[in-house]
């Protein structure tokens, strides 16, 4: 299928029943590997680019609701049948209601938001028909700011009791960390207590109140982005920030937490490079599930609410925020969330500017609603602007239940060509390719591992300069050579050798696993039995667009040894059938390993201030061993390129790109056996994304307890 639009009320297909537990078969490191598989149509490649697909590398399941999209209130053309056949055939699934920050003014009885305008035909009832038209599900934000836990309720009743509408994701509030707490004040808050606790203790209220009308609501807690204001900062009077006091309280009540991404990075290629700085910022907020949720962070989604490429000005309707869309929300999906939401449908006209040749209207709307900045008017109501085309793009890569894996490229062009993929519940591969060049061509060799292509020439919808949104380009590539255009996407679908693949075993995708323990060089994991007859199942580790096996088992747990102590995984369980086929990969699992709690050598590594971009941090070293220690170097790693050290003071530091060497001061270099005393030191850094805590520390070369 070429574009594959959104047939209306689709569901992602129950997953089979697992299995009773077997007992492991444990086996030590492996360097075993998936096959490499040139494409079946040209062997010999002669791009600038090459792009491997891991078919074995798992990323996660497309969700009904992958592909949102905001609505509000004020937009008199949200409800257009229009509307809802663009949403259709772009693939997407969930629509946010009632508008951003409108939502913690809005009520929804009488359709109104006091000191605020609602268009005509924007109440709850109406945005359900273009809900339905759609075939997609809303998310609906229940009032924080000025309505109480007794209106959601109501809300929720309405809804899923009266009017059997079946509501599943409800948050709770919009943007409340900017109701003033940190200083900067835009949502609405009548709650005297603006503090992070009041919200935790809300969101538990509204929590209860909704689920005890119907419980099969799921409920969502706003969040900040990790490493985006204000995320670190810690208000007078909290005994927190943000993320923390709001998860330490509530991790057990919420179905999901929300996050809004707006990089503001200047737009263009800037906008482009920063989608790097997204895997880790997910990475870190499911550590925060992780700490806080333990056993329940599992079943906790994350939802990107809103994204877009700035948050109110620049460049937002021209190509590069095309482009931008649909790498944004393909890396976002491949990090574990489960629904992202563009800002917005309609929004309105802002700067104008003119972007290689195009005239950018300054829109954060992925449809024009026609309106004008001075002389200069946009098109006519809902013609799509670029970013409504790069969502389009990812739509067509594949259906709710099909699996996406790993992809990327290599080679001298290979920074200007990202790649996305998708393996399809009928075996065939459904390929992104991103030419992020504004001015050169490139041609991409493309290689499968785990996956072998049919030599006939794949189905293409391309997006380049000069096409009206994305058209039918088949004849263009084959299964194992595109040439990209510049500033342009394109989808291959790409089908197997009949008789090859995932589609062709006998076996379904085994359950996902989980640790069932984690210490500092061996790992335990669980998984519920795949369907079928299993010959065997195979732990495999992604190392990028290749995969290692880690070990085997002709039951459904496993135990993974010789792992460095501290270090992160991701793996993919696949079970082999009796003719030894591969099924799909399970959904993928991250962990990290534990440090030694035989070590003679202990660090805490604590963060004491944070202000979104920078932080303050204090160490604490200690020698946990029956001898003097006296002089000292700590090393140890950032686990994100853009972390670093700017000032210190009780020990000597120096950085070697991600490696961080910390030497004794000159009043600190005795550590007395048996913990007898601590030597510590601080430091003031600098993150541009993420700022995870460090893993491993090593002492004179021994790798440390890690504490507190």
């Given at each position: 299928m070429l574009f594959r639009s959104r047939p209306a009320g689709r569901r992602r297909p129950l997953a089979g029943a697992a299995a009773a537990l077997a007992v492991a078969a444990a086996l030590p490191l492996s360097v075993a590997a998936l096959p490499l598989s040139p494409a079946a149509a040209d062997p010999v490649g002669g791009g600038d680019v090459t792009v491997t697909v891991d078919a074995g590398a798992g990323l996660g399941t497309l969700d009904p609701a992958a592909l949102g999209a905001n609505t509000a209130i004020w937009d008199s053309a949200m409800n257009d049948p229009a509307v809802a056949a663009l949403y259709r055939a772009a693939g997407i699934g969930a629509l946010r209601y009632p508008g951003g920050s409108y939502a913690d003014t809005y009520h929804w009885v009488d359709n109104s938001a006091p000191g605020g305008y609602v268009a005509p035909g924007t109440g709850f009832d109406a945005f359900m028909g273009t809900v339905r038209a759609t075939g997609a599900q809303p998310i609906l934000i229940a009032n924080y700011g000025s309505g109480t836990a007794q209106e959601a309720a109501d809300w929720v009743r309405y809804a899923n009791v009266t009017k059997g509408y079946g509501a599943k994701y409800w948050e709770i509030g919009n943007e409340i960390y900017g109701n003033g707490v940190y200083g900067s004040g835009w949502e609405h808050d009548t709650h005297t207590d603006k503090s992070p606790d009041q919200y935790a203790r809300e969101v538990k209220a509204y929590a209860a109140a909704m689920k005890a009308v119907d419980p099969s609501v799921k409920i969502g807690a706003v969040l900040t982005m990790p490493g985006n204001w204000p995320d670190g900062i810690v208000a007078a009077g909290d005994s927190g920030d943000w993320n923390h006091t709001v998860l330490a309280a509530v991790a057990h009540d919420v179905d999901f937490v929300s996050v809004h991404w707006y990089p503001n990075a200047g737009g263009g290629d800037r906008s482009l490079d920063a989608v790097r700085q997204l895997p880790g910022e997910l990475r870190e907020v499911r550590d925060l599930l992780d700490r806080y949720a333990g056993a329940d962070s599992a079943r906790i989604g994350i939802a990107m609410t809103e994204v877009n490429s700035d948050s109110g000005n620049g460049a937002l309707t021209s190509r590069p925020n095309g482009l931008f869309a649909a790498e944004a929300v393909s890396t976002a999906l491949e990090n574990g969330v489960f629904t992202v939401d563009w800002w917005d449908t309609h929004n309105g006209a802002g700067p104008i500017s003119t972007v290689n040749g195009e005239t950018d209207y300054g829109d954060m709307g992925m449809l024009s609603n026609g309106s004008c900045t001075g002389a200069v008017c946009e098109p006519a109501v809902h013609t799509p602007f670029a970013p409504y085309y790069g969502i389009k793009a990812v739509g067509a890569l594949g259906d709710p239940g099909d699996t996406m894996v790993a992809a990327a490229p290599a080679g001298p062009a290979g920074a200007e060509v990202s790649a996305h993929a998708v393996l399809r519940a009928d075996g065939s591969l459904g390929v992104l390719l991103l030419n992020r060049s504004a001015t050169a061509?490139?041609?991409?060799?493309?290689?499968?591992?785990?996956?072998?292509?049919?030599?006939?020439?794949?189905?293409?919808?391309?997006?380049?300069?000069?096409?009206?949104?994305?058209?039918?380009?088949?004849?263009?590539?084959?299964?194992?050579?595109?040439?990209?255009?510049?500033?342009?996407?394109?989808?291959?679908?790409?089908?197997?050798?009949?008789?090859?693949?995932?589609?062709?075993?006998?076996?379904?995708?085994?359950?996902?696993?989980?640790?069932?323990?984690?210490?500092?060089?061996?790992?335990?994991?669980?998984?519920?039995?795949?369907?079928?007859?299993?010959?065997?199942?195979?732990?495999?580790?992604?190392?990028?667009?290749?995969?290692?096996?880690?070990?085997?088992?002709?039951?459904?747990?496993?135990?993974?040894?010789?792992?460095?102590?501290?270090?992160?995984?991701?793996?993919?369980?696949?079970?082999?059938?009796?003719?030894?086929?591969?099924?799909?990969?399970?959904?993928?699992?991250?962990?990290?390993?534990?440090?030694?709690?035989?070590?003679?050598?202990?660090?805490?590594?604590?963060?004491?201030?944070?202000w979104g971009n920078g932080f303050v941090a204090d160490v604490a070293v200690s020698n946990l061993g029956p001898a003097d220690v006296d002089g000292w170097t700590l090393d140890f790693d950032w686990p994100s390129a853009g972390q670093s050290v700017g000032s210190w003071w009780n020990a000597n530091v120096t950085a070697a790109g991600q490696h961080v060497r910390v030497t004794n001061g000159s009043g600190n270099a005795r550590l007395a056996p048996d913990g007898g005393t601590a030597a510590s030191f601080g430091f003031v850094g600098a993150n541009n994304g993420a700022n995870p805590s460090p893993t491993v520390f090593r002492l004179n070369g021994t790798v440390c307890r890690t504490v507190g």
């Open positions: 061509q490139h041609v991409v060799d493309l290689r499968y591992t785990g996956f072998t292509a049919d030599a006939a020439a794949p189905a293409v919808l391309r997006w380049a300069p000069g096409d009206t949104g994305p058209v039918d380009a088949t004849g263009t590539a084959t299964a194992a050579s595109a040439t990209l255009a510049p500033y342009s996407l394109t989808v291959l679908t790409v089908r197997p050798q009949a008789g090859t693949g995932s589609s062709a075993s006998a076996v379904g995708a085994p359950g996902t696993p989980r640790t069932a323990s984690v210490g500092a060089s061996t790992v335990a994991l669980e998984w519920p039995a795949a369907t079928g007859a299993v010959d065997r199942y195979e732990v495999y580790e992604q190392l990028g667009t290749h995969t290692q096996l880690l070990g085997s088992s002709t039951g459904t747990s496993a135990t993974l040894y010789n792992l460095p102590p501290g270090s992160r995984h991701t793996v993919n369980v696949l079970a082999r059938d009796r003719a030894g086929r591969l099924s799909r990969p399970s959904v993928p699992l991250a962990f990290t390993t534990g440090t030694p709690a035989d070590s003679t050598c202990a660090v805490s590594y604590r963060l004491t201030a944070g």
